[in-house]
């Protein structure tokens, strides 16, 4: 419960941050079809701990438990592949619980749903732009080609 809590904090935090540095946008001014980039959304979204260049040093970072995965070497991590599927279950499904407590990254899918009205290919093309960005970083990333659409 305490660490549920200590998450909920934590993105209420991260949320205002980002929320000082960028105007407020009305949201009608949008296309119900709208869908933001993976840019947009992991700077809306991950940057604060991962950091603008997904290295972990994230201005939140240091307040964390575990610090932050570097998101530009996730394809080196796993034999010079971007892993796609990894990647989209941890934003889905988070992480998962720790030997000694939960994790400090939220789990992105249902933050999605709620986002998205409970639309489920909304938040599947979240999760695929938001991966399409992250192997976009990646280092010697010549030969990864980013998913944009859902297929």
Partial sequence: MRY????????VVMLA????????VD??????????????M???FCAACHGAEAKGNGPAASRLKTRPAD?????????????????????RFGPGVT??????MPTWGPIFQIIDRD???AVQQRIKNLCAYLASLQEGSGGITPVTELE
């Fill in 119 to 121: 639309n489920e290919q």
């Fill in 4 to 11: 549920a809590l200590l998450g909920s904090a934590l993105l």
């Fill in 99 to 104: 030997a000694h407590g939960s994790s400090d």
């Fill in 71 to 91: 998101l530009t070497t996730l394809a080196k991590r796993h034999m010079d592949k971007f892993p796609y599927e990894y990647v989209s279950n941890i934003l």
């Fill in 42 to 44: 992991y700077h809306q």
């Fill in 17 to 24: 941050a980002q929320a000082r540095n960028h105007p407020t």
């Fill in 27 to 40: 949201e009608t001014q949008f296309p119900p079809s709208y869908m933001p980039s993976g840019q947009e």
